[in-house]
């Protein structure tokens, strides 16, 4: 958008134009020069601002519900946070990993292709420390881990990656599953060196130890749901899905919940002597017809009427009628 020209400015610019000082062709030319902005044909931008700010969104409520994986898991504190959400080649992802480092390939089916999930070994070693029983504390070299500790961060791996899927449910149906587990990214080439990604790094901190997680979307497995990457359309579908999930929850509440139900024959009123001598045989006139049906109560509203009897033995009423909240006929 131009800048807006303030009253001063304005007023000097009409003078300028009047003694002759600027001319209006020269504003005109001006208007009509074509702007030229660089490209990068090495680094091209695929992603816009509108969808890293989706994929932003997205992974936040990644975070939100990892931390609390974690935090019950590992019962210590924990706390992740999207650290910041840019795009940048295939190759300038893979040489800023460490190395030996802990990488998880990861399906985005129905998408084709994979993204790439990493753990920096001092977060990865201090979960699996702390599931051992330890103070979850890694202080030591970068190695690479273990085959007892390889298979407790798989399944560490497996969870975050169905936590992934929970994630994009409002995008889109992906199923995101744990391919295979690396400790060098060399070794890890899922598109050509100069493909654009998208990378979302977190900031882990895991009881005393901090560290980074990255996960790696390369653009050509999200090049089919792009279109849906816009913050007005995951706002909505949120808000959508929300309304579902609370208009679930009160159904299923409502169901659940007891309430006084009383059906009532009809009334009189009879004094206290009369009440003690009743006996055995006596008749109680009632102030409604026997065809008029008894009245049933729902925490003394009256909301129904009809017929008393018996059912598999037991004491019964079969609704006929039902009323309105002011006890009318409703037919």
Known sequence: MSDILSQNEI???????????????????????????????????????????????????????????????????????????????????????????????VDFSPLKGAAIMEINPSI??????????????????????????????????????????????????????????????????????NEAVALITFNAKVGNSEGMINICIPHIVLEPIIPKLSTRIWLSTSKQEQAETTKQFITEKVYDTKTEI??????TLITVGEFINLATGDVIALNKNIKDGADIFIKDKLKFSGSIGVHRNKMAIKIQKKFGEGGEFNG
């Open 11 to 105: 007023d000097a610019l009409l003078s300028a134009l009047s003694t002759g000082e600027v001319k209006a062709e020269e504003i005109k030319s001006k208007e009509l020069d074509k702007k030229v902005k660089p490209y990068d044909f090495k680094r091209p931008n695929k992603f816009s601002k509108e969808q890293l700010h989706t994929l932003s969104m997205i992974h936040e409520n990644f975070a939100r519900l990892l931390t609390t994986y974690l935090s019950a898991q590992l019962r210590t504190v924990v706390q992740i946070n999207v650290f910041f959400v840019e795009q940048m080649t295939y190759n300038e992802f893979i040489f800023s990993i460490p190395n030996p480092s802990l990488i998880a390939v």
């Open 124 to 193: 990865a070693f201090s979960i699996i420390d702390r599931l051992l029983g330890g103070p979850g504390e890694y202080s030591g070299k970068l190695r690479e881990p273990t085959e007892i500790e390889t298979g407790i961060i798989e399944k560490v791996f497996s969870k975050m990656t169905r936590i992934l899927s929970d994630a994009w449910k409002d995008i889109a149906d992906i199923q995101t599953t744990l391919e295979k587990l690396e400790t060098n990214s060399q070794f890890v080439q899922l598109v050509s060196p």
């Open 262 to 267: 009383r059906a009532e024959l009809g009334r």
